[in-house]
């Protein structure tokens, strides 16, 4: 019922920046969260940031104070703009939206962030 599409990862040099987009379609409740995962090479899934329609975000330790999640709700997108990265920001950048009354989780196919010299 739910597409998400993500967009924007590439290479880039440690201290660069990137701006990662996701558009949702189709049926999506009012009542979810919008958010961004990650997953490294050998390592878990781990939460980036996440977002509600008020405003209110969240953000993993490691990233707080770099990355910046924002969202339009009229389009259904959500933008992470990732400032100051790292190379330990390596990873494959996943979309998620959850609908909270029925805990389901939707996610995108991922898009490659890496950072490296």
């Known amino acids: 019922q739910v597409q998400l599409v993500e967009s924007g990862g590439g290479l880039v040099q440690p201290g660069g920046s990137l701006r990662l987009s996701c558009a949702a379609s189709?049926?999506?409740?009012?009542?979810?969260?919008m958010g961004w995962y990650r997953q490294a090479p050998g390592k878990q899934r781990e939460l980036v940031a996440t977002?509600?329609?008020?405003?209110?975000?969240n953000y993993a330790d490691s990233v707080k104070g770099r990355f910046t999640i924002s969202r339009d709700n009229a389009k259904n997108t959500v933008l992470l703009q990732m400032n100051s990265l790292k190379p330990e920001d390596t990873a494959v950048y996943y979309c998620?939206?959850?609908?909270?009354?029925?805990?389901?989780?939707?996610w995108g196919q991922g898009t490659q962030v890496t950072v490296s010299s």
């Open positions: 189709g049926s999506i409740p009012r009542l979810h969260i």
């Open positions: 977002i509600i329609s008020g405003g209110y975000t």
């Open positions: 998620n939206v959850r609908v909270i009354l029925d805990s389901v989780d939707y």
